[in-house]
């Protein structure tokens, strides 16, 4: 009776904040999946609500239909989808380990199987036009185009999100070693690698542009490697919004991302013969099972390595 009667007062707005507690802290997820989690589950409450039913007390019937419009209504794709569903198995799971729920309704909830796309590449002939030429440079400050060049220079020379990419601090690059430590997913570091071409762009970059604000992280004094023209740190948004317009200047006829690049990385380190397990880890994915997709691009160079090596493929 008692639980009953705290249920009537544990509002939307106070489960989920106690659930992104759960996800950031406890969890480890970032505030990026922290924050897609909750508006995949306030569309479910706003569903609900619609139909004069409480989140709580929501039945396996009512989530299927709530699937049910988004796969015939809202017209999702099942990549969509299947966020949604784990966002809300991820919520009643916590609802019901809590004792706020004595049922959990997603108990039975599988994701929609579906094919693995490809992700989109750009050709090396592509990558090279995006690195090298001069976009717009007479609209630009030179600080804003030296940085540019050396964000698309240290994405495709090392892989990396562009999440990681914004979160960089100057004190986490050896220039010496050509190495930078990022934070990933789940604020987990690795170091990645980078090249001699990246290394140049990025200490022109720094020489040129305003003194940027100094953060606090940690205890310490921090100073952000890439910054806007006010000296603050430049957003993920603004990176893929200046990478998305300088592919359509160069008349590049794909979607260009960020996420892109980070492909084109891996698709071209496979097809120059690197082992994948390499590859895993300069990407830092947790699983291989992640990483494989990439051996479907690769495998056109694969059947000629192949050829070349395997002794019964040789006319000799």
Known sequence: MQNSHNKKFLSTENLLNSFKVELKFLKNYS???AKSYQRDIT?????IKERGLCLVNSSEED????LHHLIYDKKLEKSSINRKISALKHFFKFLFKEKLITNNPFAEITH???CKKLPNTLNFDEITLLLDADVDSDKKSIEAALRDK????LLYSSGIRVSELTGINLEDINFEEKIIRVSGKGKKERVVIINDRAK???SLYISKRKPPIKESEKRRSVTPLFTNLKGGRVTPR???MMIKERGESLGINKKVTPHVIRHSFATHLLDEGMDIRMIQELLGHSSLSTTQIYTNLGIDT???VYDKAHPKSRKD
């Not at 989530?63 to 709530?66: A, C, G, H, P, V």
């Not at 050396?150 to 220079?153: D, G, L, P, R």
């Open 302 to 304: 694969l059947l000629k």
């Open 63 to 66: 989530i299927l239909r709530f």
């Open 238 to 240: 603004a990176i893929q």
């Open 43 to 47: 569309q479910f409450d706003q569903f």
């Open 150 to 153: 050396a964000v698309i220079e």
């Open 200 to 202: 140049e762009r990025i």
């Open 31 to 33: 505030e990026n999946t």
């Open 112 to 114: 929609h199987k579906q």
